[in-house]
């Protein structure tokens, strides 16, 4: 079983302006509102594949509600602990004429400590051998940095694995716990090592160091337009991106995250799971918002994607 986390979700208010300006008025010629938050994304995603997952997470107010209807309505399986605050909503510009994508995100309530306690007991006791827990995404700003280590830590100590996709702090502190899987972006990636990391080359150097001096299983580099790097210790790989018309490139990490966990789940083999991964990337950019694309597009594209490998076979 699959379980996403998402301890910062958000309802995403997708709005399409057509050159849109800055300290002017503009005019919206298309809205879209989503349920999201990394970990819901992932979920939605992987029910697309045809797989099954479990969203759990922290939600308030009346955004939370409407996210756990989206769910509900959708059929993904959730848990959520549900607080007093107000679950935030992110506003998402596409213009689509000069090709841009502008967030702006809301940071969310603040959690308590009672409250996240109330979630790792959750989890811990639905989690157990065999189990791939996704841990992805921002939380509160009253939160400790160092939550997804303590919890990458606690769930593995039930059998279970953890596939870590965070930023900053979380991201530097997380791997220091071991999860099986990272998927940083080539920007994530350099932060983490305080230096620009500008090409495939240096993706891969960089993604060996984690393999080998973290005991993490695979590591994932995620380079938008320039493809993807996998590395697991005994290969590296680029995978070349499909070429598709992008509508948004909001959620297309989350997608390559959710088709990791699948294969993972599946037991599929490394190429089948690269080709999947860049195919639930490029499938994604391909729709508007943080909706996940069809199963259909996705196998389209699985039969165009390119990859060379680095080193190993």
Known sequence: MIYTITLNPAVDKTVVINDFRVDAVNRVSSMRVDAGGKGINVSKVIRSLGGRSMAMGIL?????????KYLDDMGIENDFVFINGETR????????RNRTNTDINEPGPEVSGHDLEMMERKLLDRVGRGSIVVFSGSVPENVDKGIYYRWIGAVKQKGAKA???ADGELLKKGIG???????PNIYELGRLFGTD???????AEYAGVLVRDHGIGMVVVSMGAKGALFADGLRTVLV???EVEVQSTVGAGDSMVAALAYS????????STIRLAAAAAGANVMTSG???AELSVIRELESRVRFEYISGT
């Open 89 to 96: 909503t992110n506003l998402k510009v596409i213009d689509a």
């Open 240 to 242: 070349h991106a499909p």
């Open 290 to 292: 943080s909706q996940p």
């Open 163 to 165: 596939i870590l996709d």
């Open 197 to 203: 990391v500008k090409d495939a080359g240096q993706a």
């Open 60 to 68: 308030g107010g009346f955004a939370g509600r409407y996210i756990k």
């Open 264 to 271: 993972m789940d599946n037991g599929l083999d490394f190429e």
């Open 177 to 183: 716990a071991g999860p099986y899987l990272v998927k």
